[in-house]
């Protein structure tokens, strides 16, 4: 048995922020993760540093409290966020009243706003519709949700954290109607861990109310689904968004040699059970081509979902629930936190540890705005073309990952799987989607005797099926081309359906 003092569920950017706030703070704890880290809503987002102007006029609070930690982030986690700067694009037929409300309300908050004709919009960004009536500039950035959580669960590792992944809490230990642990099943081996601890942080997001149940609580959220699109191209340098009320497909992210668009957002109930309907990507790309009309004709690599955790409310729109968060206190030794951003999940993380010291009668201030996260001299950092020096060996052509890149992957984490090499170097995450790469990295890992070769044939097969997950959304044209080349590249020369 693992005795610690605070266990937290959940690898996604709240609970990663959570642990290295603990760590920073000399508290003991363990954090669980059932897949990789980021591997819910985290590693599911657009990947935007919200200002705030998203939501200046239907939420202030959680405006200001983005665009206080987007000023932050950029200070303390400059290799994982790209300061692009953002425009909300009016369009023809796009309300002016709304567009005063936007800027009275930006200005209200503190948001800096800049008003700019469409002839200088387009001089920054010149695959903008050249129709549009105007933009207005944001400290919008792009940030990298997947470094994000590797640089803060850095941290926790230096300072002596525990951190298991792959492992799924499927039991609350319970003794006097306190909880004082849980059990947590390795996905390798289906061992049972039974980790103690004092104090258990439910940081679960879309699964948090399933933690709760085990516990005896509830925990009153709303799941909103929302889906997302990658181009090939980097078809803006800044974000784009749209100037009206929040709604589908009003936002473009740029994300190193790549745009993320979305989003939808549709009630579900079973986070496990989530699936893209064809008719939100023709959405999304339609929207997103009213904004870059050359979206409509680039090529879509994939398609993706994630689901949000939104506090419950009255309101039928998940779109109009404050993107506020909360902890609750289930007065049983469990806390759970929910609802909030990825932009805010430091403060979400701070407001949690300041909770935890003082159930433990500890004083020590919260240190994690003003530290840069550790790790970052590692990273290469932006833009893309820094990383061509010295790049010897490339594994992954799209992405510019090496060989000794994916070595050094394997050689401190020991994984096992391509998708944990791929949430820290981005292989695979580029314009053929891992056809090329993955049975390099592959070859790799049983070159280092980390897999045989029968396991090698086991993780390509569920790295493929997982793939063509989101790429059976985006089959036509040259997707579909590309698609069929790597059909026959896994079916024809590896005749991966013979090794069934
Ligand atoms: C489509 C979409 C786009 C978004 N875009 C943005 C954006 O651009 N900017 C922004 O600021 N926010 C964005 N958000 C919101 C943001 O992604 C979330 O608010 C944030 O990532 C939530 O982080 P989290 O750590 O709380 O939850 P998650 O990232 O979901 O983490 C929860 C983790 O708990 C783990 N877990 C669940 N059950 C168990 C168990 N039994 N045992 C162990 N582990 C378990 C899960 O595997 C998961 O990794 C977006 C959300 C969506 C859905």
Redesign the pocket.
Known sequence: MIKTDVII???????CGIARDLALRGIPHCL????DY?????G?????L?SGGRYAVSDPIAAKECYDENMILRRIGEKCVEPTGGLFVRLPGDSKMYRERFLRSCDDIGIPTEIMSSTKALELVPNLNPDIEEAIKVPDCSIDPFRLCMLNIKTSEIKGGFSFTR???TEIVQSRGRCIGVK?TDAATGDVKEIHGNIIVN?????TN??ARLAGCDVPITLSK???VITNHRLTDMVINRLRPSSDGDII?PNEAVCLA??TSLTVQDPDKITIQPAEVDTIIGEAGRMIPHFNQTRIIRAF????PLLKSQKLDSREISRGFQIIDHQNGMYSIVG????T?RLMAEKMVDTIMNAFNLKRACETAERPLDGQEELSGYPLSKRLADMKNIICECELVTRKDVERTIEQTGTRHVGDIQHRTRLGMGPCQGGFCTFRALGIMHDMNILTAEQSVQSLREFLQRRFRGIRCALWGDQLREEQLVEYIYLGILAMEKNK
Do not use: D, N, Q, Y
């Open positions: 569920i959940g690898g996604g950017a709240t609970g669980i993760e059932k897949g980021a591997a819910g809503a985290t599911a987002c657009h990947g935007l919200h492992h799924r809490v947590a940081a679960s997001g879309a699964w399933l933690i929302g889906s997302l992210v979305g989003t979902s994630g689901v949000r909030g951003k990825l932009t999940f």
